[in-house]
């Protein structure tokens, strides 16, 4: 069964970039009824969607944080990523990759989530 | 400040139907279908509900959900200790051309 799992520094440094990765098992990132996503969650807060990316390297990006966010696509290597630029303590929060399915217009598979601290 | 408008918390008894809400507008509810996830502690969200009122194979037919013009609505009848939870509602809006989530309701099963 498909499986979700994200990696990446679990501290970052202020002003620095936040880079995870997403890799996907068990099943193929290039098929063409997904595309796949980051969503956030700030400790004690709600979810945040960060942005989307399809398997061509299209994507969709929360116009809150677009101008810092790059989510970019390995095919070969069965991967996605995001990287968020600039960060500061508002950053810090759960990290979960999640694939959205076409079909049900939904996020139906998601990561176990990564804790990401911004300090320094 | 959430896009998706929720309760902050609801809760019942055991046995009870229990119902949350979520409150958008025309840009995102009121012309896209809504999705409900479940959120119990410390895990990752789960898909609950897809458009509107769809349940993924797995999810108990205790769990329904609907919609109406700019709102949307999840009942949880037959309440368990289980489904003490975190219950995000999301949907697309074609105005911000994302995802939007409902600020969540902390469900607490008394």
């Known amino acids: 069964q498909l499986q979700l799992q994200e990696s990446g520094p679990g501290l970052v440094k202020p002003s620095e970039t936040l880079s995870l990765t997403c890799t996907v098992s068990?099943?193929?990132?290039?098929?063409?009824?997904?595309?796949w996503g980051w969503i956030r969650q700030p400790p004690g807060k709600g979810l945040e969607w960060i942005g989307s990316?399809?398997?061509?390297?299209?994507?969709y990006y929360n116009p809150s944080l677009k101008s810092r966010v790059t989510i970019s696509v390995d095919t070969s290597k069965n991967q996605f990523s995001l990287k968020l630029s600039s960060v500061t303590a508002a950053d810090t929060a759960v990290y979960y990759c999640?694939?959205?399915?076409?079909?049900?217009?939904?996020?139906?598979?998601w990561g176990q989530g990564t804790m990401v601290t911004v300090s320094s | 400040q959430s896009v998706l408008t929720q309760p902050p918390s609801a809760s019942g008894t055991p046995g009870q139907r229990v119902t949350i809400s979520c409150s958008g507008s025309?840009?995102?509810?009121?012309?896209?279908?809504v999705n409900w996830y479940q959120q119990l502690p410390g895990t990752a969200p789960k898909l609950l509900i897809y458009?509107?009122?769809q349940r993924p194979s797995g999810v108990p037919d205790r769990f329904s959900g609907s919609k109406s013009g700019t709102s949307a609505s999840l009942a949880i009848s037959g309440l368990q200790s289980e489904d003490e939870a975190d219950y995000y509602c999301?949907?697309?809006?074609?105005?911000?051309?994302?995802?939007?989530f409902g600020g969540g309701t902390k469900l607490t099963v008394l």
């Open positions: 025309s840009s995102n509810i009121g012309s896209n279908t």
């Open positions: 458009r509107n009122n």
């Open positions: 999301a949907a697309w809006d074609d105005s911000l051309n994302g995802v939007v």
């Open positions: 068990g099943g193929s990132i290039s098929s063409s009824s997904y595309y």
């Open positions: 990316i399809y398997y061509s390297g299209s994507t």
């Open positions: 999640a694939r959205l399915n076409g079909g049900l217009s939904a996020f139906d598979i």
